[in-house]
């Protein structure tokens, strides 16, 4: 968890949304790539646990329904998917700030890291 700052955001009329940007100087040039990066790390993540949760609803479906119980405690997986936000800042190189926003989620968190 020491890559990014993040910040708590809301626009007008909006839901509640989590900002990260790097927390290490990166020039001007190579920002968006850190953040499209990102988003494109994130959006892989989503597809991976979208076909894991299928491949147990297919299975539950195919197994007899006395086995299905074996895989009740087998969680659905998701990923928030991120966008790049640029914003104006004239304290920033090049005028510009590049953030991942995604949605807030509401609760306890527990941050893991491998």
Request: hydrophobic share 30%.
């Given at each position: 968890g020491g890559l990014r700052n993040v910040y708590r955001m809301r626009q007008k009329c909006e839901a509640e949304q989590v900002a990260k940007e790097s927390r290490h100087a990166i020039k001007y040039h190579e920002r968006l790539k850190?953040?499209?990066?990102?988003?494109?790390?994130?959006?892989?993540?989503?597809l991976y646990a979208n076909l894991f949760n299928k491949k147990i609803s297919d299975t539950k479906k195919k197994m007899r329904s006395e086995q299905q119980?074996?895989?009740?405690?087998?969680?659905?997986i998701e990923f928030l998917c991120a966008e790049v936000y640029r914003l104006k800042a004239s304290n920033c190189p090049g005028g510009?700030?590049?953030?991942?926003?995604?949605?807030?989620?509401?609760?306890?968190?527990?941050?893991?890291?491998?």
């Amino acid at each position: 968890g020491g890559l990014r700052n993040v910040y708590r955001m809301r626009q007008k009329c909006e839901a509640e949304q989590v900002a990260k940007e790097s927390r290490h100087a990166i020039k001007y040039h190579e920002r968006l790539k850190f953040h499209l990066e990102t988003v494109k790390c994130q959006n892989q993540a989503s597809l991976y646990a979208n076909l894991f949760n299928k491949k147990i609803s297919d299975t539950k479906k195919k197994m007899r329904s006395e086995q299905q119980h074996h895989l009740d405690d087998v969680p659905n997986i998701e990923f928030l998917c991120a966008e790049v936000y640029r914003l104006k800042a004239s304290n920033c190189p090049g005028g510009f700030r590049y953030l991942a926003v995604e949605k807030h989620l509401e609760g306890s968190y527990e941050k893991w890291n491998n």
